[in-house]
């Protein structure tokens, strides 16, 4: 299956923002912001081509562990464990992540060692000279739009940035690094960072090529996807590869071809990237949701919508990711579809989402039994809502 590879690794950064905004306040579009930041630097320093495109990838998803981490952190006492330790363990899970994606290049550590200072008073206590120069480029670009991105860029942000840079050349960032930044950004440059034209220049820099992928290059893709999404709330902690992985099973039992079977396991593991742009206060409210609430949450089928509607020639899996919440008497959300406008994909889509959601247990409730569950499914096909066809097909293809 060809895929845009690195638009759909950006539409997963967009994702990570949202979640590191709610969680640890980071500025708006801070993965893109670093990625741009990276190549500009990376590309003083000589390097291009497939390189250049795998740093990219790596900026855009260096703090892709963040929401893991916090999340299997919040049942624990960490309250004693140094701070260096807890940057660790986010780059040791971040790296784990990473393996799964299909890079050009060899970026072995470039996660693991993205937060090391150049003296060695990061949390692996490795220099500068110990690291990938990969590494050392995120961690510069990471620090600075950490640091000024949330205050703008600004002449004063620019002098207080340069002067930063000089003052821990050395000890945080190494010389190498600080130079091909302060090459790549002089001040009329270093103010267009907070323009939306710089996503625009980034993927001038670095062209959009599509991959071959494999079933199971795909499966690794996907699960990676549905992890981010699934670890934003321990409610749902399976949700999303548990949709994929009925997809695909209902996909070849309907018959279709082997890329439709691919597509449809995608869409499913990403069905529900949108729930990122919604507050976990609303995600992990065990009792009914009032109706704001439940307005809110209706957005994020379209929040996955938009999220993937950048990535090239995605429109068919984005579609049938976002229109799970669809029905055919056109009551549905996020746009009110009728029959008239769902395909089978999305008719399967919106059946396979509800069964999912019956059947598996959560920390509130024991999962349906796959009986309850097709009862529940065949009374909201009577009430015009879903495809009695597909209903027969799911209560078949999953029975024992």
């Not at 790596?58 to 562990?65: E, I, V």
């Amino acid at each position: 299956m060809l895929l845009d590879v690195l638009g759909l690794l950006s539409a997963c950064s967009y994702a990570l923002d949202c979640v590191e905004a709610e969680l640890v306040h980071v500025s708006d579009k801070h993965a893109k912001r670093v990625a741009y930041m990276s190549v500009c630097m990376a590309e003083q320093l000589g390097i291009s081509g497939e390189s250049l495109q795998d740093l990219a990838a790596c900026a855009l998803l260096h703090d892709n562990a963040l929401t893991q981490y916090i999340q299997e952190e919040l049942h624990k006492d960490v309250a004693n464990v140094p701070q260096a330790s807890q940057v660790g363990i986010h780059c040791t899970l971040g790296e784990k992540n990473i393996q799964r994606l299909p890079f050009h290049t060899d970026v072995k550590n470039v996660i693991l060692y993205h937060h090391e200072n150049a003296n060695g008073s990061g949390p692996f206590g490795k220099t500068w000279e110990e690291i990938p120069l990969f590494s050392r480029i995120i961690h510069l670009s990471d620090l600075l739009d950490r640091a000024y991105g949330a205050k703008g860029f600004t002449e004063d942000t620019f002098n207080k940035a340069c002067g930063y840079l000089h003052k821990n050349e050395g000890t945080v960032v190494d010389k190498e690094c600080v130079d091909a930044f302060l090459q790549a950004f002089p001040l009329p440059h270093f103010l267009t960072l907070g323009e939306d034209s710089f996503e625009k220049k980034l993927w001038e820099k670095i062209p959009r090529i599509k991959q071959e992928l494999s079933f199971a290059q795909i499966e690794e893709l996907a699960s990676f996807f549905a992890q981010i999404v699934d670890y934003k709330s321990p409610f749902t902690s399976t949700h999303s590869i548990g949709v994929a992985e009925d997809a695909e099973r209902l996909s070849r039992y309907m018959g279709f071809d082997e890329e439709t079977v691919e597509k449809m396991y995608l869409a499913g593991a990403l069905h529900d990237i949108g729930k990122v742009a919604v507050g976990n206060e609303i995600l992990e409210k065990p009792g009914r949701l009032t109706e704001d609430e439940f307005a809110v949450m209706k957005h994020h089928a379209a929040y996955t919508y938009y999220i993937l509607s950048d990535i090239d020639d995605f429109d068919e899996i984005r579609d049938w990711a976002a229109f799970h919440h669809e029905r055919l008497d056109g009551t549905g959300y996020p746009f009110g579809k009728t029959a008239a406008e769902l395909n089978t994909q999305e008719r399967m889509m919106a059946c396979i989402d509800i069964y999912q959601a019956l059947t598996e247990s959560r920390p509130y409730k024991q999962g349906m039994s796959h009986e309850k569950a097709c009862e529940i499914l065949w009374d909201m096909a009577k009430k015009g809502w879903l495809d009695e066809t597909i209903v027969k097909q799911v209560e078949d293809c999953f029975r024992g």
